[in-house]
Nanobody, 115 residues
Framework: QVQLVESGGGLVQAGGSLRLSCAAS????????MDWYRQAPGKQREFVAV???????NYSATMMGRCAISMNDAKNTVYLQLNSLKPEDTGVYYC?????????WGQGTQVTVSS
């Protein structure tokens, strides 16, 4: 089992930045990759970024160039730096951990970007 707790969300003006964190606990040795997803009001949850335990990263086309995902050396915390935020980036941002055949979601953190 892996438990995930996100933090760092909040209200920010358009053009601003936020840094989200996701702390993992439990069977963290089994984590292969950690992702960030987001869900805007009335829309489906969508992929934002992923970092593997080996350090490989990938980003959605929408967020490419405006965000950066990283993992700490202990491989128990993943960060998502969000820059040049737009009102359409508003939503709940979720952390997702891939551990073997299993996937685990955090509870999400709200990001609200005002125009």
């Amino acid at each position: 089992q892996v438990q995930l707790v996100e933090s760092g969300g909040g209200l920010v003006q358009a053009g601003g930045s936020l840094r989200l964190s996701c702390a993992a606990s439990g069977s963290i040795f089994s984590i292969n990759a950690m992702d960030w997803y987001r869900q805007a009001p009335g829309k489906q949850r969508e992929f934002v970024a992923v970092v593997t335990s080996g350090g490989t990263t990938n980003y959605s086309a929408t967020m490419m160039g405006r965000c950066a995902i990283s993992m700490n050396d202990a491989k128990n915390t993943v960060y998502l730096q969000l820059n040049s935020l737009k009102p359409e980036d508003t939503g709940v941002y979720y952390c997702y951990a891939v551990a073997g055949p299993n996937g685990y979601w955090g509870q999400g953190t709200q990001v609200t970007v005002s125009s």
